[in-house]
């Protein structure tokens, strides 16, 4: 290593041994070791990592759960062996993988602080050296000297933060430690990462927060299946993740394998017989971007010639968990706060078409589907028909900084209609 380098990963490959009985397949591969193979599977962990990181940078390491970015930060540490490649560190290595560790709920609070620090490294009389600006970070007040079981969780977590914030480290690893803990806390422990990082530290950051990330980091790296697929600046990489997300999530199990156009209550007046999503583009898809335009075309049939006009409502529901997120309506129901509506109605014909156009999507990072009413207005609601969770989407975080998207009660529409000619 030279010209600062404290970290160098050269080719650096890592394997782990899948095994289907965990208590007898090892003792078998022992016992039968010519043949060893066959009672485990190869998982390549990490596949061919090379990086240098110089002294005092603060380098963020992004990509979904299990792409290898813990990992990565256990060989750099030396928690884990290299299979093939070379690791060169140099430096006091201290590692944030597991916040807590020393923690007993039997202790007070200046107990844990002593045995927690020691645990990361430090010496007695260091940590009681740093006892009152502990202290003072977690702002936890006379609780200190109580059992740490009597704090709330937040409580704990500004402790367990404050003690592990407190080192001088040479190299600091941080596996999500600020996944947790409320917003003004978390900013304190980025204040103070900066102030490590100042002092001449070298930082390797792990985060799903891709905004705290660009904030905080010069340089970020994306691991995706144990391959490195981009590094350099923070939101150039940053959007290159929200494009691998956005291409996963249009092919999740979710939306290949979405149900199929079946009305769960209604008269049967009117039914829908067709519901397509599109993009700006006018082209069919599964998956958006937050504050991208989508347009939804609702296809329905009537059965009845008197029904001329009719109330749709278009929700949307997070399908991992069927909660409701928010709607599009005809009739908003905002106008119970004395807002009026923009149209009561929308006409249709025997046959037709219902085009709603959403713009702009504002939707959070999810898995969404649609929850569709074709219904009358009026004491109770008459449905003519109802479908649930059908048409599922994928919606991924914007790389457009202006767009943050929310899930929100209300989304901003415009309905229009098309009625099929048709001859009896």
Known sequence: ??????????????????????????????????????????????????????????????????????????????????????????????????????????????????????????????????????????????????????????????????????????????????????????????????????????????????????????????????????????????SKYHALIFEKGKKDPLIMNHQPLNMISGTGEVIVTDIKIKGEDGRETTGFHTGDEMNIEIYYRSFNDTIREINVLVGFIMCKNFSYVGEINTVEYFEKMGLKPKSETVKIGREGGIFVKVAPLLLLNDHYSLWVILYEKGMGHLYYSEYKNVKPFFVAKSTNPSLKGGAICWLPATFTTCEKDSTD
């Open 1 to 238: 290593m030279h010209n600062g380098v404290v970290i160098s990963l050269n080719h650096v490959f890592k394997r782990f041994k899948i095994y289907q009985d965990i208590i007898l397949d090892p003792v078998k591969e022992h016992l039968f070791f010519w043949r060893s193979k066959d009672f485990y599977k190869e998982f390549w962990a990490l596949k061919d990592i090379s990086i240098e990181i110089r002294k005092g940078q603060i380098v963020g390491l992004i990509g979904a759960n299990g792409a290898g970015k813990t990992t990565l930060l256990k060989m750099i540490s030396g928690l884990l062996d290299v299979d093939k490649g070379t690791i060169e560190v140099r430096g006091k290595v201290t590692a944030l993988l597991t916040l807590g560790l020393g923690f007993h709920p039997e202790f007070t609070g200046r107990e844990n602080i002593l045995y927690g620090g020691m645990l990361l490294g430090m010496s007695k009389k260091e940590v009681l050296g740093k006892m009152d600006d502990i202290i003072d970070f977690a702002e936890i007040g006379e609780y200190i000297d109580r059992p740490l079981r009597t704090y709330s969780s937040g409580m704990k977590a500004r402790l367990i933060f404050a003690t592990s914030m407190s080192i001088d480290p040479d190299i600091l690893l941080i596996d999500e430690a600020l996944a947790t803990g409320d917003t003004y806390f978390v900013q304190k422990c980025s204040k103070r990462i900066e102030k490590i990082c100042n002092s001449g530290a070298t930082i390797v950051y792990v985060s799903h927060n891709l905004w705290h990330v660009q904030q905080l980091c010069k340089r970020a790296i994306l691991i995706d299946q144990g391959e490195m697929l981009a590094e350099g600046d923070p939101s150039a990489v940053v």
